[in-house]
């Protein structure tokens, strides 16, 4: 085992001076690395020696300041420096901090080469590797254990922070805790926040991060502040074969982190990831299977209620039941590939469905729910005795307190909004989800300014859009409106809206001028426009119901 006093001791080192952090002489190497670039300060590893000219320490105290100390969080051994090349000499101010944190700085004589100490040191550690390579063997073992018997999140959590000696959180990719070590931690109490019904870890805090830096697959440390003291915590991202997991973070409270706390960590991400991909595989067949039942069931495949009895379910065949269909937009960055942007869907969709599950299992008792692609379907049980009235109210409010539940969880950006259909027996609620569905297809297009929509209030256009093909509602709309339609777009002028808005109040000056925010003279020269460039007169009923239905088949096929 070779320490920092035993380096001196060698004698191609003799020469060298310790000038601060005698008290790190039993810090162990386990390595050693050159650093001449603050940036590649997270790629460093616990236990090594640090060789550096001190050029990017430059003159700055509070640079030097700052890399002593993440030096010290990292936990490395020791840092050999060679100065009056670009550092004139070891400042006093850092090898008071040296000494504080008991952490060796030594200064290399003039003329000795880096390479030279990087040989000699990795020849003197390399005898250590087959105790190292056997407690690694070992500690892989323990962690084989808890995935093979399913210990689950809570076990890797605790399992982990019993290696490394300091508390362990466990957070997935949107930084939501799904495992605690020591709840009662009173640093991990007072970081962690509370967010809805999940807790997460507040990653925005820390400002400082790599771009990406999930990606890189190595544990960087950055200082947390608690009770005007400051904690390192190591982070350390679960990445494999191009998919993210989450984040182990480990509050270095007790001691500092070794090579072998290292390679805890790397066995601990292995196992947090295996985790993952088990209970992201439970919840995909127990979706399917729930999504099998409900497809059979919304697709008409069941027809009695003994056909329905068969099935282990729920459904209640006294109640009435509701389709509700929320639809879950991702708003994703332009940069992203295909395959993030699927991954990305993917993790929310799982995220979403889990959380609502959790909030709707005891708020409401005759509620099912299972996901599609990127929605989430709904089916509601209501009191086939409430009035209509009551119903309706009864489902909008449910609708509402979901759509905001499932706005308020996690980080991503998204818009939701929600079809419903018609309240119906359980035996007829094919028909309720198709009507769901017709809905989001009549949106399609729209900007969509509400977030809850009623099929009851798309009948007509449903009516329409079934009813009369696209062909003839071209040529109906077209016979009514292609001058004025042709004045628009020539002019650019508003008389079509002006002339929907006109029919909607009923022919009525004043009320049509305040909705469209517009003077009384110039409605009234606008609609004096609009009877000219029309062949129908506006004064009879048959002809502004005809008007009306060409501006809705309009907005139907544009």
């Known amino acids: 085992m070779l320490t920092v006093k035993n380096f001196l001791q060698l004698s ?14 039993d810090n162990k190497i386990t390595g050693v690395n050159i650093l001449d670039n603050p940036d590649a300060s997270d790629w460093l590893s616990a236990g090594e020696l640090l060789i550096t000219s001190g050029y990017f320490f430059s003159e700055n105290a509070e640079i030097q300041r700052r890399f002593i100390q ?11 420096i060679k100065p009056h090349i670009y550092l004139k000499g070891i400042p006093e101010s850092m090898r008071k901090l040296a000494d504080e944190l008991g952490l060796p700085l030594i200064e290399i004589p003039y003329g000795i080469a880096f390479s030279k100490i990087m040989n000699i040191v990795m020849a003197e550690i390399s005898g250590r590797m087959n105790e190292l390579n056997q407690a690694s063997l070992d500690i892989h073992s323990q962690f084989f254990e808890i995935s093979l018997h399913g210990g689950g999140m809570k076990k890797i959590a605790s399992g982990l922070a019993e290696m490394v000696n300091n508390p362990v959180v466990l957070v997935d990719t949107d930084w939501s805790v799904t495992a605690i070590s020591d709840k009662k931690q009173p640093l991990i109490q007072e970081i962690i926040k509370k967010n809805g019904d999940t807790l997460t870890f507040p990653i925005q805090t820390i400002t400082d991060l790599p771009t990406n830096f999930e990606r890189i697959q190595k544990p960087i440390t950055r200082a947390l502040s608690f009770e005007e003291q400051e904690y390192p915590c190591v982070i350390m991202p679960v990445y494999f074969d191009t998919i993210h997991y989450g984040f182990i973070l480990v509050y270095l409270i007790e001691r500092p982190l070794t090579d072998l706390d290292y390679v805890a960590l790397e066995n601990g991400s292995m196992a947090f990831a295996l985790e993952q991909m088990r209970l992201l595989e439970i919840e995909r067949t127990e979706n399917r299977i729930r999504r099998d039942f409900f497809d059979q069931l919304l697709s008409g495949q069941i027809k009695d209620l003994a056909a329905l009895a068969t099935y282990d379910t729920t459904i209640d065949p006294n109640l009435n039941y509701t389709v509700l269909i929320l639809s879950i937009q991702t708003i994703g960055h ?44 709904i089916l509601l049980g209501t009191d086939p005795k409430l009035s209509a009235l009551k119903t309706h109210n009864e489902v909008s409010d449910t609708a509402e307190r979901i759509r905001i539940h499932l706005e308020q969880q996690g ?23 198709e009507e769901a569905k017709k809905v989001i297809l009549l949106l399609e297009d729209d900007a969509k300014e509400e977030k809850i929509y009623f099929f009851n209030d798309f009948y007509f256009d449903s009516f329409l859009v079934d009813s009369i093909s696209k062909e003839q509602g071209r040529k109906f709309y077209t016979h009514y409106l292609s001058t004025l339609l042709t004045y628009d777009l020539e002019n650019k002028t508003s008389f079509t809206p002006t002339l929907k808005a006109y029919l909607a109040h009923h022919l009525n000056i004043a009320t049509t001028s305040r909705a469209l925010f517009i003077h009384r003279n110039t409605l009234l020269y606008r609609i004096e426009k609009i009877k000219g460039l029309l062949s129908v007169d506006l004064e009879q009923e048959k002809n502004t119901f005809a008007l009306q239905l060409a501006l809705k088949l309009y907005e139907l096929h544009h």
Do not use: W
């Open 12 to 25: 191609p080192f003799k020469t060298f001076q310790l000038v601060a952090g005698e008290k790190g002489l």
């Open 70 to 80: 993440r030096f010290k969080e990292i936990n490395c051994s020791a840092i050999c």
């Open 334 to 377: 332009t940069s992203d590939s295909l395959m993030e942007k699927k991954q990305s869907e993917d993790r929310l969709m799982k995220s979403l469905l889990s959380s609502l599950t959790t909030y709707t299992s005891n708020r409401f008792p005759h509620l099912h729910l299972f996901s599609r692609k990127n929605q989430l379907v």
């Open 411 to 433: 980080q991503s950006e998204r818009d939701i909004f929600c079809t419903i259909g018609s309240t119906l027996p359980v035996l007829e609620l094919s028909q309720s989800f």
